[in-house]
């Protein structure tokens, strides 16, 4: 019973590590990525006491991306 227990941990760790690597290549006639890189300053929405909330893009076409900046302890971090 312990052999099979440990023979069956040890494929599934295995077919766990071989599903981690990719194992393709991206496509020679693949599509490029033609958008526009946003330059423009990040607008301060709301600051809290361990982060502050940022917005990004143009909201004249309504694409706008949050933009989150936390700092302190992990725990400080979940809580802003």
């Known amino acids: 019973m312990k ?3 440990i023979l069956v941990l040890i494929f599934s760790l295995l077919q766990e590590s071989y599903q981690t690597h990719c194992n393709s290549h991206p496509l020679p006639a693949g599509n490029s990525n033609s958008a ?3 330059d423009d300053e990040p607008v301060l929405i709301k600051t809290v006491k361990n982060g502050k909330l940022y917005q990004v893009g143009n909201k004249a076409y309504n694409n706008t991306i949050d933009l989150l900046h936390v700092y302190g302890t992990m ?3 979940g809580e802003a």
Do not use: A, G, K, S
Request: charged residues 10%.
């Open 3 to 5: 052999l099979v227990t």
């Open 36 to 38: 526009p890189i946003w």
């Open 75 to 77: 725990y400080e971090m």
